[in-house]
């Protein structure tokens, strides 16, 4: 633990400190010891894998309650409901690993406390059910048999159960949930959960997160020591560990910044805000995205029928990019039926998805790879600057990926990368991208999508929808009468590309009247009856693969975009760093070739 702690003491610049030694105190210039705040190799390795699989599964999908035993839904659905007819943990990590994802996140007890393992500490679990078989120890079994990491959701401050139905006292409830936390890292083997996501850290008692009165915030620091005594590698996230559950829209933003003030209340580092690339600030926090891939975070029934909506493989690229493209951590849930499977429909657009992803993460080459260097950072465009691919050959890329080594902290604040041009002997540099414009190209247009002359509307088309499952590039403007009005809207938006109207009679209520607007250059269209939707052609331009570099932070992974380009010389150069001796290690420079999915 005190190693853990001298990269934050060491940290301090703003005058001189002191370390003590006995009854000695060292005194040091804060200049003498500057050290850029660096992450855990927990935390690195949390980073690299990225793309993890949430699974959300419980009583709620033989009922119609999104969350059981909480909130507005205060009684707890019997335990008797439970009884999956062809449950297979297998297929779950299967899905896992053709969709990309190299850890996944089980709900062991969600925020009702229904326990998916045999618990000495409740008896609502699914030894209690008519299934009567512990999930949790064959879900780490299929887990180890195919490489992938176990998550645990488990929030201690949420469970149900105990608060609502049996009551308990503070007291109780803090000793039962770390009891149950201790089985969870200690049953089914030694140091091998790679993460606990923590739902309502670091909050009290209330709403979702029912637990009594008296109990959470202050028991937090309990939990936190359980857990870095009885699996240190393990890493809490959502909590203490990382800036985690930032909306669940699965989204990141740009640029990604580490350095972080940490805050400390109840005895232990809670949050790290102010997010900047500075060298000043002493702690290291990466992010977290979350959201689901059903149009809830449990399935209803089987998972299949109109209750249930999936992302597309196009939908997942998307969020995709704009989260562990950008150097996030994007937990993405695929929650199973009443089968105990994930649905047919879920796993081919996840395996859809996968085989892209695969395709664009390979190199273009054998020799369009490189790394482990140590370059200078400068504006300089002179010969031997920064990080260069000599290709045997000229190559045809329309994407790079750029990985830092992050084990001295996050360095780069800007870069910039260039292709030689035969035809003039020169290096001619990407250009930089900003916002959504830095995601990938869309596939070509449908043919039965009408072209629009530049500048102009067209016509209404009834029964078509081009904003399902709101890509990044969508903004709900608010609730309208009728098409024509949504029309309108996008007609006065000089940004505006495509709108959809969701009719007065669209399911789900919550949505009908909703107009909604489209700026990128998509042309995904959905046979959709109750959605109207129309374009108008203000920014459309020929479909490419992409259009620059994002050219900021870098961190432990960046896939940029560009337009297609064949070269037999690309570099990468950092422009600027937050090391004293300014120079920047780069892990790994390639050139890639990927598409979009068609929807």
Known sequence: ALAQQLPDIMSVRSRPFGIRFGAFVVLASSREVLSIPKPTTSQIAMMKRGLAQFMHFSVDPWTAIEHNCVGSNPQCVPPSVFNPTNLSTDQWVETAVSFGATEICLTAHHEG?????????????VMHSPYGKDIVKQFVASCQKYGVKPCYYMGPN??????????VSADEFVQRQLGMLTELLTSYGTNIVSRLWWDHYPSGCGGLAPCPDGSFPAAWPQFVDLVR???????????????GHQGESGLGKYPTWFPCQPTQANGTDLTCSG????????GFHPYEACATMHNGWFCKGNGTGGSNVYWTPSSIWDHYMNS????????LNAPPGTTGQIPPDLVTNMETFGKALRALLAPVSPNAVVGNKTISCTNSTAAGVGLELDLSAPVTFNALLIQEDLTSGQLIRSYSVDHWDESTSSWIPFPQCSGDSCLPGSPPPSPSIPSVPSGQCGPAMPGINLVRDLPPSCKLVGMVQSASACDALCAANSSCNFWTWHDLQVDPPSWRGKCVLRFDAEYAYYKEADHTSGICNHTLTPNTAGVGVHGMSVGVRLIDFVPETTSSKVRFRCTASLSASNTATIE???LHRGQRPIP
């Open 275 to 282: 997010h900047e690339p500075d060298d000043s600030l002493p």
């Open 324 to 331: 562990v493209g950008i150097g996030w951590v994007n937990t």
């Open 588 to 590: 790994s420079f390639s």
């Open 158 to 167: 949420a469970n149900g159960y105990l608060s609502n139905e049996l009551k």
């Open 113 to 125: 406390g229904f326990c998916l393992w045999d618990t000495n500490y409740s008896n609502y679990s």
């Open 229 to 243: 005594k009885l699996s240190p590698s393990t890493i809490i996230c959502p909590g203490p560990d990382c800036d």
